[in-house]
T-cell receptor, first 110, second 114 residues
Framework: GESVGLHLPTLSVQEGDNSIINCAYS??????FIWYKQESGKGPQFIID?????DKRQGQRVTVLLNKTVKHLSLQIAATQPGDSAVYFC?????????FGAGTRLTVKP | DTGVSQNPRHKITKRGQNVTFRCDPI?????LYWYRQTLGQGPEFLTY????????KSRLLSDRFSAERPKGSFSTLEIQRTEQGDSAMYLC????????????FGPGTRLLVL
């Protein structure tokens, strides 16, 4: 989703549920996409990446899906844990610079 | 710790003063990036280096901002004549070009201009 100023999109899930965070990107020339997790007061932390020649990539408890037709990226977190609470950013790059989305705040309720 | 480090972690300064931040990238990484992040927003790209060459600097916010990486290792970001609007988190990231473009971020320097 889109956000303006301080109003980050938010997602609240119950511990143990699956989470899906969505991101729309704008540059059709982007060929590399990354999801980052950022906890309060810390720098973004790499979670998972995907290249434009793929539409799905799985990591440990995380899956990234890429739909180039509609320029949409999603991050799925399985069995969400309290430690997953953070702001999640998608980023896209065409090898010149990296552009970040506004972020989604994930809150995991125990 | 072999990650990206940044110093100082926090800086409070008065309007009009100059500030300089340092970034030490992961040692084998040849690319180094600077970003600015304001509250509630994603990081905003400023500039990047490949080794000691600054390959993109048109995104620096004004001519008060400058960055160097003289020996292709650590980098500094300087803001001259700071303004209250410069208050933000300044993030550094590094990557190894030709092995994917995954950028690894440092903890950032939080700047407050009074």
């Amino acid at each position: 989703g889109e956000s303006v100023g301080l109003h980050l999109p938010t997602l609240s899930v119950q511990e143990g549920d699956n989470s899906i965070i969505n991101c729309a990107y704008s540059n059709s020339a982007s060929d590399y996409f990354i999801w980052y997790k950022q906890e309060s007061g810390k720098g973004p932390q790499f979670i998972i990446d995907i290249r434009s020649n793929m539409d799905k990539r799985q990591g440990q408890r995380v899956t990234v899906l890429l739909n180039k037709t509609v320029k949409h990226l999603s991050l799925q977190i399985a069995a969400t844990q309290p430690g997953d609470s953070a702001v999640y950013f998608c980023a896209e790059t065409d090898n010149n610079d990296m552009r970040f989305g506004a972020g989604t705040r994930l809150t995991v309720k125990p | 710790d072999t990650g990206v480090s940044q110093n100082p972690r926090h800086k409070i300064t008065k309007r009009g003063q100059n500030v300089t931040f340092r970034c030490d990238p992961i040692s084998e990484h040849n690319r180094l990036y600077w970003y600015r992040q304001t509250l509630g927003q994603g990081p905003e790209f400023l500039t990047y280096f490949q080794n000691e060459a600054q390959l993109e600097k048109s995104r620096l916010l004004s001519d008060r901002f400058s960055a160097e990486r003289p020996k292709g290792s650590f980098s500094t970001l300087e803001i001259q004549r700071t303004e209250q609007g410069d208050s933000a988190m300044y993030l550094c990231a590094s990557s190894f070009y030709n092995m994917g473009e995954t950028q690894y971020f440092g903890p950032g320097t939080r700047l407050l201009v009074l």
